[in-house]
Each structure stands twice: as C-alpha cells, then as structure tokens.
T-cell receptor, first 112, second 108 residues
C-alpha cells in the first residue's frame, strides 16, 4: 500500500535554530498538508499546498513557517527560529482530492 | 464554540461489549465526516467515512445526524485491538478539523 514517508522520525533542536521537516507524499497525490499535534492535544491543521502554492493556512502558520516542494517528490516544512512551544508531533499528509487523506508516521520535534 | 467536540472518555469496556460515543460539530455547512483511529503517538488512520444514511464496516457502525449536527460511532463485539483513541473529523475545503478524541480501552 502506498505510504507517506517522513524524516527524521525525531528531531531535537535548540531554541532559535532553524529546522526542516521532510516528507515524501504519495506519488499520484496532488494535495499536500502539514498538521501538528502538541502532546495531549488534538491534531491541528497548519497548511495545505496545491499546484505549487499554499491554498490555505491556519493562524498557527505564521511568518516563522514556510513550505516548499523543491523537486517532484519532496514536501518540506521549515521553521525558521524554533520556540519551545513548537515542540509537537508534525504530520505530513497527502490526498488525491478532498477525501482519501494518508498521513505519514510523523516527526517528533523537541525544542530545548 | 469548538469546531468538533467529543466526549474524551475514557470508555473502559470488557471484550465482547458494545461501546458507542458521539461527537458534535459547529458548522452546519460541513459536508464530509470521518472517524479516524489513533494509537499512542502514532499517525491518525482512517477508520471509516460517515454518511447520512448510516454505514457499517464489519463491527463498526457510523451515523451522521445533520439536523442535530452530531456523528456517532458504535463498536460491536469489542476486541483488545480496538483499544485506541477515536478521532471525529470533518472536512471543509481540503482542511480536516479534528476532535480531541475519545479514548477506548478494551480489557480482557
């Protein structure tokens, strides 16, 4: 079964450092997403990406966040200057359309 | 008001029991609804879509009540492997909104 691949599985970074989380969506999917889940809280939408541009972003997705599809396969989330409150599980997802979302296994980001 | 609200539980049931729980949503225009399952610190996995007519997938039955804006999930003949957090999810314009989850623990 096709899957969404995320790397690394766990990243520890110092406050103020930049991090890049990487995702390889399912190859024939057209829509890409980032969600995050702070420990003990619900999964929250960050951003959706279609046709090489952001289609929607949440209030969480401020100027410190950016997304990119640098080549035909990768989809990245960059956090420019990490804060302690950015510590969370970050899930990448992809879909063909408005249904059939597949989530990656996540990157656990710990900011110290 | 939260977009999706769920009873957090936990629901602690013996093997073989039936367990049911609901969630409510705030946007009456929302069209697509799902139940996802999440195991501890893992990614959400689609359990089933939810339709107004009600739908069944093996031991799982989901129902959508648009008039009252709630969704339900019923699990029959619970197995130990059903222990998980069940997430009520709605989709609007390619954006999923998740409830905080209902925890179910099935004991032997």
């Amino acid at each position: 079964e096709p899957e969404v691949t995320q790397t690394p599985s766990h990243q520890v970074t110092q406050m103020g450092q930049e991090v890049i989380l990487r995702c390889v969506p399912i190859s024939n999917h057209l829509y890409f997403y980032w969600y995050r889940q702070i420990l003990g809280q619900k999964v929250e939408f960050l951003v959706s990406f279609y046709n090489n541009e952001i289609s929607e972003k949440s209030e969480i997705f401020d100027d410190q966040f950016s997304v990119e599809r640098p080549d035909g396969s990768n989809f990245t989330l960059k956090i420019r200057s990490t804060k302690l409150e950015d510590s969370a599980m970050y899930f990448c997802a992809s879909s063909e359309g408005s249904t059939g979302y597949t989530f990656g296994s996540g990157t656990r980001l710990t900011v110290v | 008001r939260k977009e999706v609200e769920q009873d957090p539980g936990p629901f602690n049931v013996p093997e073989g029991a039936t367990v049911a729980f609901n969630c409510t949503y705030s946007n009456s225009a929302s069209q697509s609804f799902f139940w996802y399952r999440q195991d501890c610190r893992k990614e959400p996995k689609l359990l089933m879509s939810v339709y107004s007519s009600g739908n069944e997938d093996g031991r799982f039955t989901a129902q959508l009540n648009r008039a009252s804006q709630y969704i339900s999930l019923l699990i029959r003949d619970s197995k130990l492997s059903d222990s998980a957090t069940y997430l009520c999810v709605k989709e609007d314009d390619y954006k999923l909104s998740f409830g905080a989850g209902t925890t179910v623990t099935v004991r032997a």
